[in-house]
């Protein structure tokens, strides 16, 4: 725990600054390094080291295409469900697995680039900051009130520790702590109850996606490079699909 809280007093406020006051290429880079280590680590705990190349080689494509048409990544992703359906019935189930690891975790972690598209709308850093803050509040209660009163569980199967009271209550006090960030800095109230709640909910649905994997090759963390909150992976599981979801809305112009 007194890791975990040392880490996180450091990396806030270093988020925080690059956000609102690094420039655009810097956080382009920044968010390419991510993506590297995030690659790294997937590619290391599904044991497909060897394929590091072809990981990154394919999601830096296929960063590049999503950030000129947003739409495509729904596109992708049924294909690709389709294509391990279809799989299941007619090939070896192993062969079928490999891939779905494999393209699984371009595709997965190919989301980052959503955090640059964010950035770049207008107010777009704050913005991005909102879907952060939403987040990090949202699984702190998440993490607490499932720990404390956490009775019934949301995906035995998945994630042991995850329950519907400590679910509800991220999503509850992570959409509360966006409307008061944006009460406090002049934002659309409506738009900051649509973000936090878009934001907690897909958080949910990403770190679950990411836990399957978990599971099945028995490991607690992506990596330990964060001391006390793991990998890159374990970091942004819950922000990639949330960024997704968030510019799309904005994009569509839902808030």
């Known amino acids: 725990m007194i890791k975990r809280i040392i880490s996180a007093g450091l990396l806030i406020p270093l988020v925080l600054a690059i956000i609102l006051y690094a420039p655009l290429w810097l956080i382009k880079l920044i968010i390419l390094m991510v993506g590297l280590l995030s690659y790294f680590e997937w590619s290391n705990f599904t044991g497909l080291k060897e394929r590091y190349l072809y990981f990154v080689l394919t999601a830096v494509f296929l960063s590049t295409v999503l950030f000129y048409f947003e739409y495509i990544f729904i596109v992708l992703m049924l294909i690709f469900l389709i294509h391990m359906i279809i799989g299941f019935k007619n090939i070896d189930k192993n062969r079928i697995l490999t891939h779905y690891y494999l393209l699984g975790g371009i595709l997965y972690v190919s989301l980052y680039t959503f955090f640059v598209n964010i950035v770049k709308l207008d107010n777009g850093r704050w913005l991005f900051l909102l879907v952060c803050?939403?987040?990090?509040?949202?699984?702190?209660?998440?993490?607490?009130?499932?720990?404390?009163?956490?009775?019934?569980?949301?995906?035995?199967?998945?994630?042991?520790?995850?329950?519907?009271?400590?679910?509800?209550?991220?999503?509850?006090?992570?959409?509360?702590?966006?409307?008061?960030?944006?009460?406090?800095?002049?934002?659309?109230?409506?738009?900051?109850?649509?973000?936090?709640?878009?934001?907690?909910?897909?958080?949910?649905?990403?770190?679950?996606?990411?836990?399957?994997?978990?599971?099945?090759?028995?490991?607690?963390?992506?990596?330990?490079?964060?001391?006390?909150?793991?990998?890159?992976?374990?970091?942004?599981?819950?922000?990639?699909?949330s960024a997704y979801l968030v510019y799309l809305m904005f994009l569509w112009k839902i808030f």
């Open 133 to 241: 803050v939403s987040i990090w509040v949202g699984d702190s209660f998440a993490y607490f009130c499932g720990k404390s009163f956490g009775k019934i569980k949301l995906a035995p199967n998945i994630s042991p520790n995850k329950t519907y009271e400590g679910a509800i209550c991220g999503v509850i006090f992570g959409t509360i702590s966006s409307i008061m960030f944006a009460y406090f800095l002049n934002i659309d109230l409506k738009v900051a109850f649509g973000v936090g709640l878009v934001s907690n909910m897909a958080g949910i649905f990403g770190d679950l996606s990411e836990s399957v994997v978990k599971r099945i090759y028995n490991k607690k963390d992506s990596s330990n490079i964060i001391p006390g909150h793991g990998g890159m992976l374990d970091r942004l599981d819950s922000l990639a699909f």
